[in-house]
């Protein structure tokens, strides 16, 4: 594999996540930023040169690149040079073009602690319908709302498969599964936040 895409969120440390990954230990680092067309070019130039050591070219933030900018280094992505690794970061999977993701080995890398993240889970399906329905709302980038039905997902599973008789029924995981799936087909966010708020109410 000659590329890699890293989805975490902006305030990660990346590079840290790349150092406790052994597959990158052999590689040089080098980051470059990438989200104009000079941007594409000055990378592409760099690219052609031959990498007498194996080097890992890191392009943080990818989702911000134009259209221009990605189009101009896909080839580069598709056909590395033989010593060149991609290691791209992004928010979301979404936000990145089909063609680079079916490239690409990706690697989520979840923020705050497991045990945060279920608490906040469990918090959210006690609240009553007016302060779930403002929680969900709050989410309005489709990055965040995926990643927020993901944690629904985490939680849900767990306690229904240990048979807890909850305010979280199957038709719960169902209509989380189903957010999920739909903002992960681009359908609009706020739409999705409705229905799924109108499911888990009745």
Known sequence: ???????AKKDVPIEEEITKRQVFE???????????????RSLNAFIKLSAAEKTA???KNFQ???E?????????????????LFIIHATSENSILPTIRSRCQIIHVNSGSNKDK????????KMNLSDKSETLFKNKKREDATAFS?????????EIARGHKIRMSSKFIKSAISLNRSLKLNGNVNLQMLRFLSHISN
């Not at 052999?26 to 594409?40: G, H, M, P, R, S």
């Open 1 to 7: 594999m000659h590329a890699y895409l890293i989805i």
């Open 26 to 40: 052999n590689y040089k680092l080098l980051e470059f930023t990438v989200q104009k067309i000079d941007d594409a």
């Open 57 to 59: 070219v890191l392009i």
């Open 64 to 66: 911000d690149a134009t």
């Open 68 to 84: 221009e900018c990605v189009n101009a280094i896909l080839k580069n992505i598709e056909e590395p040079q033989a010593n060149i």
């Open 118 to 125: 279920m608490s906040e889970m469990e918090d959210f399906f």
């Open 150 to 158: 993901e944690k629904m997902i985490e939680f849900l599973v767990p």
